[in-house]
C-alpha cells in the first residue's frame, strides 16, 4: 500500500493497486460520527491490519445479505469495487477501532441507466460521504484491531 496524495492537512489518499482509501487524521472533521471516544490517526500498518480482518471475516458478518442481490452488489464478493474512508478511534475498553466507510467505485454504463452514478471524486477526499438509500452500493463497517473482528455492519436500504 502506498501513499498517492494527501488532499487536506487531515487526509491521506493511499492505495494497493486492487482499490483506494482516505485515512482521515484524528484531528480531521467527520460529520455526524458518533465516536464519542478518543480518535487517532491509523496507520497504513493499521490500514492493512483492519483490511485483513475485513476480507477474513466479511462474508461470516454479511449474513443474511441484507439490501443485496436483484441488481445490488454482494458484499463479499466485490470488495475491491469499493472505495474507503477511515476513521480511527479507542473504544471504551481501550481497543483500537477503524471505522470504514465504503462506496461503489466501479460505475458501468447499466448501474447509469439505473440512476446510480459516480459521485464527486474530490468532495470523498475531504469529508465523511453520507449517501442515503443506494442499496449494498454504500455501506459501513467497524473493524477491531485488537481482537480482530468485525462489527456494526450496517447496509444503505433501497428506495
Request: charged fraction near 30%.
Amino acid at each position: 500500500m502506498e501513499v498517492i496524495e494527501k488532499p487536506t492537512d487531515g487526509t491521506i489518499l493511499i492505495s494497493n493497486g486492487k482499490y483506494r482509501g482516505i485515512i482521515f487524521k484524528e484531528n480531521a472533521p467527520c460529520f455526524l460520527c458518533s465516536f464519542e471516544r478518543i480518535r487517532f490517526t491509523p496507520s497504513i500498518e493499521d490500514i492493512s491490519a483492519a483490511e485483513k480482518i475485513l476480507r477474513s471475516e466479511i462474508k461470516k458478518e454479511n449474513n443474511p445479505m441484507l439490501n443485496q442481490g436483484g441488481g445490488c452488489p454482494i458484499l463479499h464478493k466485490n470488495l475491491g469495487n469499493y472505495r474507503r474512508q477511515y476513521f480511527g478511534y479507542i473504544n471504551e475498553a481501550g481497543e483500537q477501532i477503524i471505522y470504514i466507510n465504503l462506496s461503489w467505485d466501479r460505475y458501468t454504463i447499466i448501474d447509469r441507466l439505473k440512476g446510480y452514478e459516480e459521485p464527486d471524486d474530490v468532495n470523498w477526499k475531504r469529508q465523511r460521504e453520507m449517501t442515503l438509500d443506494g442499496c449494498s452500493y454504500y455501506w459501513e463497517i467497524k473493524a477491531n484491531l485488537t481482537t480482530k473482528e468485525l462489527f456494526d455492519l450496517n447496509i444503505n436500504g433501497s428506495a
